[in-house]
């Protein structure tokens, strides 16, 4: 499952690298029918806080982010400690409208590393018409673009953020079946567009970072060691569940999605609970 030189170099000059396998179909299925259960068993949807930091509530999730088919590429780019930052559900239902404006991710996070990467699994299969991601090649390496708060009703991003006027010629599309993954650098411009498909779209992003980062906007902030040591002791680390909704994860869930919450709204004109 290692890159191979020319994708750990495209990764250093372009900012990403796609496809990477990390399971078979029938796994990432299984994966699939574990959320819809949850799912189901709510009324049909995830609420919004479950949306963010769920490896605290599902043990699939947390299996996931410590799944060496997941970190080894990881290792590769940020080295041997590991830290995940957070993870989030993006889910666009067949037909759906929602979009995600271009944005980059450093711009809301509050972390003081460029080298922070986001992991984009497919639980489903992502292609070009359900609206997979794309992404503008080498926007990491440059300043950070400006970006407008719009409350877009069907931007799924916190603010509904855009960049405005890129080029939208150079963008670069990154579908996926189900069990591979994405890797991008969160200072690279991504976004995606609807769901024209006739399935759901479903994708978990996983954020891993090195463990000196610090959180430099919010008061309190925890991660996952995944791999490694962390030598820093930036972030408070989070407890391992030993099962689905842990009591003790759960507890602490709750406190990591709020921190979390605080970072992604801070300075937002409205808070529109997306998270
Ligand atoms: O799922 C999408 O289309 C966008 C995800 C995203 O913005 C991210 O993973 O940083």
């Known amino acids: 499952m290692a890159l191979s030189t020319q994708e750990v170099e495209q990764y250093h000059r372009d900012g990403y690298v796609c496809p990477v396998p990390v399971m078979s179909a029938p796994e990432a299925h299984g994966l699939r029918r574990q959320l819809e259960a949850v799912e189901a068993r709510q009324g049909g949807k995830l609420e919004a806080a479950q949306r963010s930091r769920a490896f605290l509530l599902f043990k699939w999730l947390d299996d996931l982010i410590r799944d060496p ?52 699994f497919a639980i489903s299969d992502a292609s070009v018409d359900a609206g ?75 954020h891993f970072m090195p463990p000196a980062t610090k959180q430099v906007v919010g008061a309190w902030d925890c991660a996952a060691l995944v791999r490694g040591e962390d030598r820093f002791g930036n972030f408070a680390l989070t407890p391992k569940p030993v099962g689905d909704f842990d009591p003790e994860a759960v507890a602490f869930h709750a406190q990591a999605a709020k921190a979390m919450r605080e970072v992604l709204y801070a300075g937002a004109e409205r808070k529109l609970g997306r998270l």
């Open 69 to 120: 088919r997941v970190l080894d590429p990881i290792e590769q780019l940020i080295g041997p400690d590991i830290l995940c930052w957070s993870t989030i559900f993006w889910i666009k239902d067949a037909g759906s409208k929602s979009f995600v404006g271009w944005h980059q991710d450093n711009t809301y996070w509050g972390l003081s590393s460029r080298n922070v990467i986001t992991a984009w």
């Open 132 to 206: 997979c991601m794309k992404v503008m090649p080498r926007t990491h390496l440059g300043e950070t673009l400006r970006h407008e708060d719009t409350y877009h009703q069907d931007n799924m991003l916190t603010r509904g953020q855009v960049i405005p006027g890129l080029d939208e010629s150079r963008a670069v599309v990154m579908p996926l079946r189900a069990g591979e993954m994405s890797l991008h650098n969160y200072c690279l411009a991504h976004g995606s567009g609807p769901n024209v498909s006739p399935d759901r779209r479903i994708g978990v992003s996983m």
